[in-house]
């Protein structure tokens, strides 16, 4: 028996709010985040899953997501664990999002959605990131040999361990999808993975 892996990006805080770049900036969830991580909780719920154990990234904006999405959900009280803290962004932490290109060409990536920069001063890569990312999975399945665990944490992580659960290219990865606020993803590790709207839940 395998555990079910399944990730959730913390809602919307202050930086994202006003277009910064945050990385390990710690800056609270707005009252929409709030609001994200209620109806995380509420999709959760009544989706019938019942997770065993919930996980969180340090960073208060992905624990408060964690503590407002487990108590409207049922689920026991969320654990911190450092490795799914967001990506270190290196010089680029604290600058505004439409600098990156500005700033980081021609080491970007592009995305109808998100520009990413790949190789800042002091930023963690994107291949780094899927060592952590497999790093989390192996933590996971050590600790949990079935049943299902949440992993509250953010953009950048939670894509790459989306490639690590996946054996997907990090660059594939990055374009494939857009891993939104209060969104939740299944990265079982069994060779696939796939977001789950909210609105799956609510029907």
């Not at 967001?86 to 700033?103: A, C, P, S, W, Y």
């Not at 780094?128 to 989390?136: D, Q």
């Not at 049943?147 to 989306?162: N, P, R, T």
């Not at 659960?165 to 990090?170: N, R, S």
Request: net charge negative.
């Amino acid at each position: 028996m395998t555990v079910e892996i399944f990730i959730s990006r913390h809602g919307q805080n202050e930086d994202n709010l006003d277009g910064i770049l945050n990385g390990h900036r710690d800056r609270p969830l707005t009252s929409l985040g709030r609001e994200q991580a209620k109806q995380l909780g509420e999709g959760i719920k009544n989706s019938g899953f019942q997770f065993d154990a919930v996980y969180s990234s340090p960073l208060s904006r992905a624990f408060e997501t964690a503590e407002i999405a487990a108590k409207a959900a049922g689920l026991p009280d969320p654990q911190t664990m450092d490795l799914l803290i967001e990506r270190d962004f290196g010089v680029m932490t604290g600058k505004r999002t439409d600098q990156v290109i500005e700033l980081c060409s021609p080491n970007i990536l592009e995305t109808s959605t998100v520009t990413y920069f790949l190789n800042p001063e002091g930023a963690e890569t994107f291949p780094e990131l899927v060592g952590r990312g497999h790093a989390v999975l192996h933590e996971i399945r050590a600790r949990h040999l079935g049943g299902k665990v949440l992993l509250v944490c953010h953009g950048d992580i939670g894509k790459m361990i989306y490639a690590a659960a996946t054996d997907k290219d990090w660059k594939s990865v990055l374009m494939e999808f857009h891993f939104g606020n209060g969104e939740l993803i299944d990265v079982s590790g069994i060779g696939e993975a796939h977001k789950l709207k909210l609105e799956q839940f609510n029907h």
